[in-house]
């Protein structure tokens, strides 16, 4: 069965840090999403991507965040410079649809010293 | 704008015992209701969804939830409860005016007593 990949599963770094996040969403997926969960709160959104370009981005997804789809397999998060809160889990998501379910990824745990 | 409400932070039962989990919206227009689930140290499984049609849907492992349009809610229910239940439940709605966001609920902890 297709599935979302994600790596790492495990990152730790130390704050100032560049960390890049990296998804393989599902190959006939147009629709691309992070969301990030803090530990014990909600799933939070961050931005989702279709035709190459953001659709749509939250306010946590401020000017230290970027994606990217490098190629036609890949979609990236990048944290330019990472501080203590940007620790969390994130996920990625793909959909085939605007209108569909989303398939997630295990997640990529970060933790930010 | 969209959002999603669930009642009930940890819900236990026992083993056996019927589960019901809450998840209300808000919305002008019905939007579309998932649900999701999150056991330990894993990702999101969605375990059901309302687009259109039958409002009753049914899900993996005996999972289903209603829709009920009148009272803006999507419950999620299971007879009887095994104690491989016990994970994180998510509710999420999504609506096309709303761009390709999915709005989670805060999630709802099951506890399954044996």
């Known amino acids: 069965e297709p599935e979302v990949t994600q790596t790492p599963s495990h990152q730790v770094t130390q704050m100032g840090q560049e960390v890049i996040l990296r998804c393989v969403p599902i190959s006939n997926h147009l629709y691309f999403y992070w969301y990030r969960q803090i530990l014990g709160q909600k799933v939070e959104f961050l931005v989702s991507f279709y035709n190459n370009e953001i659709s749509e981005k939250s306010e946590i997804f401020d000017d230290q965040f970027s994606v990217e789809r490098p190629d036609g397999s890949n979609f990236t998060l990048k944290i330019r410079s990472t501080k203590l809160e940007d620790s969390a889990m994130y996920f990625c998501?793909?959909?085939?649809?605007?209108?569909?379910?989303?398939?997630f990824g295990e997640g990529s745990r970060l933790t930010v010293l | 704008a969209q959002s999603v409400t669930q009642l009930g932070s940890h819900v236990s039962v026992s083993e056996g015992a019927l589960v019901l989990l809450r998840c209300n919206y808000s919305s002008s227009v019905p939007p579309y209701l998932f649900w999701y689930v999150q056991y330990p140290n894993q990702g999101l499984q969605l375990l059901l969804k309302?687009?259109?049609?039958?409002?009753l849907v049914k899900g993996i492992n005996g999972f289903e939830a209603e829709f009920k349009k009148s009272e803006t809610s999507f419950h999620l229910t299971k007879p009887s409860a095994h104690m491989s239940d016990a994970a994180e439940y998510f509710c999420?709605?999504?609506?096309?005016?709303?761009?390709?966001?999915?709005?989670f609920g805060t999630g709802t902890s099951l506890t399954v007593i044996p």
């Open positions: 309302y687009t259109t049609g039958a409002t």
């Open positions: 999420a709605v999504r609506h096309w005016n709303t761009g390709n966001q999915f709005y």
């Open positions: 998501a793909s959909s085939d649809r605007n209108t569909g379910e989303l398939f």
